[in-house]
């Protein structure tokens, strides 16, 4: 058994873990939308006009701040008239980037937007650059936002809404180096720099405007963006960051892999650390106050799809091994909440690292949405500073822990992981300033190929994980392979 000493220091605080850190990523791909979120008015599954009641109080759970829609690739061949009006005149189309499947427009603006009010969370509008126009993007924004007298408005309220919405976050283009359009990021930026412009802020909503970013360590891209743009135009980039374990074209099986392969996923998945901080170093030479945000709004394990599945459909399971990336990648997160405002994980449902998995009336909380869960006391709270003498595995020389702590209502907050398959870790917390008398502690863990299924739902659930407190110091000890949520209170 490893012993560490984690050091807390709750008077050095380093930002707000904004709650959009933990936001999520819906896309017109596969089950994600159509048989996962959405299943029609008429299904005998339980539905609030047409959205599952049971995904709306999965996310309420976890506390769901943002959600992204509609894609994605998707979202720069979407067009949103023909997602609005009565279901049965609206336009089908063809997903060209996601199995060549029809797509009925069933679920459309009013529909996302009802979501959202359900759940409780900001919606984040992904808008078409790549395929659309600028006054298409243009009367979206109207549609959705104007109170006034307009075309759009109008229209609005003859398909039923009579009041506008609130929308916060408006992307304009989505991976436009790639899908969005196979763009040079100069081009891009003359491009967000014009399509911007006619996205006005409506009866007192004020967009949140995001650009596209990069790719990754596509560093490049991040210095021509901050070249070209000012805060007047953008209040956030994004970033794209997927864990593959091995390349593209033999991503590996999401539930039979080795224990070469567990490590090896780990450390495709640490180099975010590095790639965030570089892209920092330069939003910091053009923005040093800060004013534009970075958003990592794909993020996850991407693996090869469930044998007998659509591989257009990127449908997979979700093990334990799933379950610590996603503690590495939030402790990341969180310790860069300075420039790090939110993040969205692909994605929400029935598709790649989600967090929930249907099968017809069946649903399914994964090993990821109870990491979500763990964490959530972080969202809004003050990252804070914390330091452990972190072991280095002899595996792929990777830490043994990950993690975070903050502070909310006067308690500490720490999610830690131990990424170790073979050693438990022995932790001690010692509090700067106090002495900790009482310690709560919930743990999730089990063999790495763990995972839940319809058959049998709670295999990877959480549960207590028992803790002491001496002298003001407290203790647990994490089982390998394993994400925990320790508490600590005076």
Same mark, same amino acid.
């Given at each position: ?21 933990? +936001?999520?990523?819906? !896309? ?42 509609? +894609?994605?690739?998707? %979202? ?6 023909? +997602? ?11 997903? /060209?980037?996601?199995? &060549?499947?029809?797509?009925? #427009? ?19 509008? $992904?808008?078409?650059?790549?395929? +659309? /126009?600028?006054? !298409? ?7 959705? =936002? ?6 759009? %408005? ?66 490049? *891209? ?25 390349? *593209? ?17 780990? %450390? ?30 794909? *993020? ?11 591989? &257009? ?44 998995? /249907?099968?017809? !009336? ?5 090993? =990821? ?20 003498? #972190? ?10 822990? /990950? ?22 870790? !022995? ?8 002495? %900790? ?46 994400? $925990? ?6």
């Amino acid at each position: 058994m490893k012993k560490f000493q984690m050091l807390i220091n709750p008077r050095d605080k380093r930002g707000i873990i904004r709650p959009e850190i933990y +936001g999520h990523f819906s !896309e017109h791909l596969g089950r994600c939308i159509y048989g996962g979120i959405y299943v029609g008015e008429d299904s005998k599954i339980p539905n609030v006009r047409g959205i599952r009641t049971d995904i709306v109080e999965a996310f309420k759970k976890i506390k769901v701040p943002v959600l992204r829609w509609p +894609g994605g690739c998707f %979202a720069d061949e979407y067009h949103w008239k023909d +997602g609005i009006g009565p279901k049965e005149n609206r336009k089908h189309m063809v997903n /060209t980037n996601w199995g &060549g499947v029809t797509e009925d #427009n069933s679920f459309g603006t009013h529909e996302f937007l009802d979501l959202c009010e359900q759940v409780g969370c900001e919606p984040y509008i $992904a808008g078409n650059l790549g395929s +659309g /126009t600028v006054e !298409e993007l243009s009367q979206w924004v109207e549609y959705m =936002t104007f109170d006034g007298v307009s075309p759009m %408005a109008d229209l609005r309220r003859r398909n039923g809404r009579e009041k506008p919405w609130k929308v916060k976050y408006l992307g304009i283009g989505n991976e436009n180096w790639g899908c969005g359009g196979n763009m040079c990021p100069q081009f891009y930026a003359n491009e967000y720099k014009r399509y911007q412009s006619f996205c006005h802020d409506f009866s007192g909503n004020q967009l949140f405007k995001i650009a596209c970013g990069p790719s990754g360590g596509d560093y490049n *891209w991040m210095e021509t963006l901050m070249n070209a743009l000012k805060p007047q135009h953008v209040q956030g980039i994004s970033l794209h960051y997927y864990t593959v374990p091995h390349d *593209w074209d033999h991503k590996g099986s999401a539930i039979h892999f080795t224990e070469d392969d567990y490590y090896e996923t780990l %450390a495709k998945t640490l180099p975010i650390d590095e790639v965030i901080t570089r892209h920092c170093e330069i939003m910091n030479r053009y923005d040093p106050e800060k004013q534009i945000a970075l958003l990592v709004d794909e *993020w996850g394990c991407w693996y090869d799809v469930e044998e007998g599945t659509n591989p &257009g459909f990127l449908y997979q399971q979700n093990t334990m091994r799933d379950a610590v990336v996603a503690a590495m990648y939030l402790n990341i997160f969180n310790k860069h909440c300075d420039r790090v405002r939110m993040a969205n994980i692909a994605q929400v449902v029935n598709v790649l690292q989600a967090v929930i998995l /249907t099968e017809g !009336e069946k649903l399914v909380k994964t090993p =990821t949405y109870h990491v979500f869960d763990l964490f959530k006391e972080h969202q809004g709270a003050e990252l804070v500073y914390s330091h452990l003498e #972190n072991v280095t595995m002899p595996e792929k020389n990777l830490p043994m822990l /990950t993690y975070s702590s903050s502070l909310q209502d006067d308690q500490v907050i720490c999610t830690i992981s131990n990424c170790s398959l073979k050693e438990e870790a !022995e932790i001690f917390f010692e509090v700067t300033g106090r002495k %900790a008398a009482h310690c709560k502690a919930e743990i999730l863990s089990g063999e790495v190929h763990d995972h839940n299924d319809f058959d049998h739902p709670d295999v990877i659930t959480i549960r207590d994980l028992p803790a002491s407190v001496e002298n003001g110091k407290a203790k647990i000890i994490l089982p390998p392979c394993s994400v $925990a949520r320790v508490i600590l209170s005076e």
